[in-house]
């Protein structure tokens, strides 16, 4: 789709995390650090998703309101600077709930159903009853997330992006059925009567493709014969027929274009990817000490039994974690003195410990001043909400006359 000058100038992007606990290392690294990036490039709303973690924790939710904050919390002590972006709580809005609602009644259950991520959570959290329509739905909740602020982009991981393509494709099917002027659909047809009859046909074959299977090359392809068809018509017939193939009569809920975060698996203290549901975390905020002896406790290579016996870097996930926290230096003497069983264990992780502790140290700093002024987090979250409702609320309102539920 051909962007326009104000397509371009929008620097808005929208993010959110489930609620889920605390901020770990892994959380800290994979998502919020690239957060922070962003806040200073673009115009930011982040949100604790409150209402998501129901979707997979309705069953023990008790605390999760207490537990957005200390959520939002982290995400400031980690860096994130309420005067750059807003960070709200996502019940908070209630516009979320009710853009879903209204998308529901537009997305077919074939979309849904389709999205990896569906089959995938329920067999891998198969310890819960997710055969539920709030799970079921709860991409199209991600939908109504985000273009309820018509961001341009939404930074993503490879393994979300089915979700931000199924925003798009509600969009535009949105667009597609609200988006027009009254008669649209009669004056494109009267149009596509000017034109030969093959070529009429034809064009509706690509407009049928694209608006129902988002199939790009039948865009292009129908872009392509409305050029050559140009000639026999009037600059107002052209621009109504390309409007009719791109679904956009006017455009309610913009498509936004996934901003994509280079995945990286943080590793726990078990080597597998940090996760609380690993057991394998450290905290954000975790004591110093705490810090120390859970790295002390972390398996190595196996292979050194004794501390006389070389070892393979490759095999230990302490080694992993020295890859993110040490320089050349650092990485060059672990590497030799494993091999060569020159270094104990407990002396290869030493500088990696104070280097995490280092990077913790200003996190701890900033934390504890939030935590002496509780008045001050509820302000910030307070202030940001207001401001994303006021934002959402202009949304729903055209949402809501464009479906005909509200008088414009
Ligand atoms: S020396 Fe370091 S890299 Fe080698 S096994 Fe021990 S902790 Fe792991």
Known sequence: MTLTKSDLDNRRIVSGMRVTGRIHLGNYHGALKNWIKLQHEYECYFFAADIHALTTNYEH?????????????????????????????????????ELHLLLSMITPLSWLERVPTYKD???KLDDRDLATYGFLGYPLLQSADILLYKPRYVPVGEDQVSHVELTREVARRFNFMFGREVDFQEKAHAVLAKINKKQAKLFSEYLNRYQQQGDLQALQQGKELLTQVAAN???????????????????????????????????????????KSYNNTIALTEAPESVAA????????????????????????????????????????????????????LECKAPLIDSIIAEQKPMIAREKELERDPELLQHIIAEATDAARDTAARTLTEVKIAMGIADA
Request: with cysteine; net charge positive.
């Open 294 to 345: 859970k790295i002390k406790k972390m398996p190595t290579d196996p292979a050194r039994i004794k501390r006389t016996d070389p070892g393979d870097p490759e095999k230990c996930p302490v080694w992993s974690l020295h890859k993110i926290y040490s320089d050349s230096q650092v990485l060059d003497w672990a590497n030799n003195g494993c091999r060569s069983a020159g270094i104990g264990c």
């Open 61 to 97: 939710s008790a605390g999760t309101a207490a537990l957005s904050r200390l959520m939002i919390r982290d995400w400031i002590a980690a860096g994130l600077d309420p005067k750059l972006c807003k960070i709200f709580i996502q019940s908070g809005v209630p516009q979320h709930a």
């Open 233 to 275: 018509l009037s600059v107002t017939d052209k621009e109504r027929l390309t409007g009719y193939l791109e679904g956009r009569g006017r455009i309610i809920l913009p498509e936004p274009e996934v901003l994509l975060t280079k995945e990286s698996k943080f590793p726990g203290l078990d080597g597998q990817k940090m996760s």
């Open 121 to 123: 959570q329920q067999e």
